[in-house]
């Protein structure tokens, strides 16, 4: 089944180059700049939406959305609970901060899958 949603979100400025980056799971830093959650298991505020080239430009962060594209860091399954690994991407959750449920199956790293987020508030 495929998923296609029209989401838009907040335009915030980048904490760095996140041109590879793109439907990874992100945080808000303290300087209110948007960068990549390195922190496995760690709370998450939202997906990049965009391919931003350099700190300080613009990113489309989604931060609440009816289902999301998000990067997969391991095979995922339908259905899965997902956590933040330590590269951004989504992955089976264990033990940290539940992020998302799988809409659709994941073989390995880096496929694009859409979830249903539940991001911190």
């Not at 089944?1 to 303290?30: E, H, K, Q, W």
């Not at 391919?51 to 339908?78: H, M, R, S, Y």
């Not at 989504?90 to 901060?97: F, N």
């Not at 992020?99 to 994941?106: D, P, Q, V, Y």
Request: some cysteine; aromatic content about 6%.
């Amino acid at each position: 089944m495929a998923y296609d949603v029209d989401v838009r979100g907040l335009t915030l400025p980048a904490a760095a180059n996140l041109s590879s980056n793109l439907f990874y799971l992100g945080i808000v830093n303290a300087s209110g700049q948007v960068a990549v959650q390195v922190s496995a298991g760690g709370p998450v505020d939202g997906v990049i939406y965009s391919n931003t080239p350099g700190a300080g430009l613009p990113v489309e962060f989604i931060t609440n959305a009816a289902a999301v594209k998000v990067a997969a860091g391991a095979a995922v399954a339908v259905g899965d609970t997902l956590e933040c690994d330590a590269t951004g991407r989504v992955i089976t959750w264990a033990s940290g901060d539940k992020i998302g449920k799988a809409l659709a199956a994941a073989s390995g790293a880096g496929v694009i899958i859409p979830i249903i987020p539940h991001f911190q508030s």
